[in-house]
């Protein structure tokens, strides 16, 4: 079995060093959640920079410690810009985020995410609908076609997700990260299930694609499961608090951010989880 | 007489079926507005989803039950990507709602809002001076020239825009909304005015860009005319409540996102509104 | 020594001509901010108008009172609409902000900020870093690579900037803005040192860019220098007492809008400041 203690302390030195060194993690992310993405890396500790231009993604993936990366609005420019800039994060070795949001929408989308299998990101994390058919389009086992994607929402559950997620893991040599109202995080080799959140997380837009943020800033600090594993505990240790606190989804939102921000590295760790080997 | 109980009866079921089913409304939206469009949608039930691109505008409209067309901040794909979304929207027989704010800045603006009457959106919302430029610009009664828009800001009164409104929701079969102190909501045959709300909506940027994002998700539920009465009324219901609780605009805006998602469909219905025949 | 309480005066006129006037400044700026941008606009009492089209940046410059023009997240359609807007203002002598955001990424970045130099921006705002890069791009004293320049952050103290920020108000003929713990603003004979803000504006993505939209307001009403210090003035003061009832950085962005709103002319003059002659 892995060891959760081994784990835990991962997570706690990941946050620590997050808190500690402000490290940058640019984004290439959709017009519609972008300010909360940069609000909530920057509640966690991180630095966020976000750009459309072809060589400021390269730029901006050579400065920073990582790069997100999510499909959300897409723009003309970005058939250059994305492919360079994930190759380039590719040739560095650096760790990247993708968000496939609304995989199957859009032949621009689907183009670029194809040519994303090269250039293996270190995370991918989308919901299960989005992970069923990202390892359908790259042929991957578990995935299947993208009938299931309706807008940016699922229509299949997490544990529906678990080949596509094991499979795409072992394929990038990453890690996997499926949102859902548990929310299971794998390396191809290990599943952590991880628990808690809010029913208003699905109430307020971009909490999915802050997450992809804040796993990038964790991703400058960690490898990439304990990086996708932390952002989901502080996801879910935060997201807990705020409803604690609020009863509907503006204030909600407001005390997220809060919480993101004042959760501790013990508490981060501490939020519940299980691991399972596979 | 129209029948005001009956009305009150329509909007207490679109409340309802949004709230039951999540419907899905799409938008191609300004930049500016765009998360806080997304997250009223949310509020009330909705389903949302933002694109740019041509064909992901086809799609939105396929997959959508409305879709909603703001033309805050134009980019040039827009050139090809809103009479493609209009044009099929028109075909396909679906609703949706047109948002033409700045009408009158810019060759591309005035070209697509010349464009659209072509495809009759089903629900036009704006401020009286847009309402009365876009008549004017469509050749209708009550219409005039462009000369009085200020950015996005309106230098007319709502009556000022009665016979305008009026001749354009008689020319396309739907409904028009009109923003103002009181709302004017009229299907060409029927004036409703609606009640309510709070100056800080005008110093918050949005109110009017979310009210169409909203509007659109009850015209998934209900008739064009049902749908903007509904939209206008929940909007006046929560901005009063929210007032009431807030003395500046920044807790205003919060507030005013929870008493959207607070709102009950007999709560919404009972906002106060008068109607008349023309 | 430069007249205190003549400035003060003039603090309080341009604020109170603005909670008066509404007077109107676009902007073309990035997506991140974009809302935020708006909302402290309208919170202090101006208009907002943001745009992306080449002709229509023309038009929001000449129908604003002033411009705000922030180089953030650059489209491919800046190239054009960008040297347009500011060649317009420049000709017609009307007054614009420019915030050069993360100066010396990629090329259209590099080359926009060049052009510039010969349209002599109203008001110059960024952090030391991007401060001392333009002063070294336009060749001027104080200027050096932007090496320093870290993503939008700073590795630059406000005092290391200042040769930098005098010789570029002493080359515009106009204001800089130098944001840091102590801010600085000159017209190239005075200094002034305004104090207070918040360390929560650092957790917050955009204080700068909302500082830059604000001192646009305060342009359309006030000499450049006025408008950049009653700016910088009015963000201390919110920024020092949202901090006050906040303990995080959600929370604290929603009061920072409340206390913007709030803020009278006399308090907003009355914000600690020191002036120097150079």
Chains 1, 2, 3 share one sequence.
């Not at 920073?64 to 590719?90: C, D, M, R, W």
């Not at 508490?267 to 299980?274: G, L, P, S, V």
């Amino acid at each position: 079995m892995p060891d959760k203690e081994n784990l835990k302390k991962q997570i706690i030195q990941a946050v620590e060093k997050v808190k500690e060194t402000n490290p940058m993690a640019g984004s290439i992310t959709n017009t519609v959640t972008i300010n909360f993405v940069a609000n909530t890396q920057l509640a966690v500790g991180g630095s966020a920079a976000m750009v459309y231009m072809p060589d400021e993604g390269e730029l901006i993936a050579k400065s920073g410690g990582a790069t997100y990366i999510n499909v959300g609005t897409l723009f003309p420019i970005y058939e250059q810009t994305l492919p360079l800039t994930a190759k380039s994060l590719h040739d560095m070795g650096k760790p990247w985020v993708l968000d496939p949001v609304a995989i199957g929408i859009g032949s621009l989308r689907t183009d670029l995410l194809r040519k994303f299998k090269e250039f293996k990101p270190s995370v991918i994390r989308g919901n299960p609908s989005e992970i069923i058919a990202l390892a359908g389009l790259w042929g991957l086992d578990g995935g299947a076609g993208e009938s299931r994607v309706r807008g940016v929402d699922s229509t299949d559950s997490v544990n529906a997700a678990k080949a596509a997620a094991v499979s795409l893991a072992k394929y990038t040599g990453g890690a996997v990260a499926v949102s859902g109202e548990t929310d299971l995080v794998t390396d191809g080799s290990i599943i952590a299930y991880s628990y808690g959140g809010s029913h208003f997380m699905e109430k307020i837009t971009g909490a999915g694609c802050a997450l992809g943020g804040v796993i990038a800033v964790y991703a400058t600090a960690a490898s990439p499961f304990i990086a996708a594993l932390t952002g989901t505990a502080v996801f879910n240790l935060a997201g807990s608090r705020a409803e604690a606190k609020t009863d509907a989804p503006g204030s909600f939102q407001t005390q997220f951010i809060d919480e993101l921000y004042k959760a501790a590295a013990d508490e981060i760790a501490d939020n519940q989880f299980d691991i399972i080997e596979i």
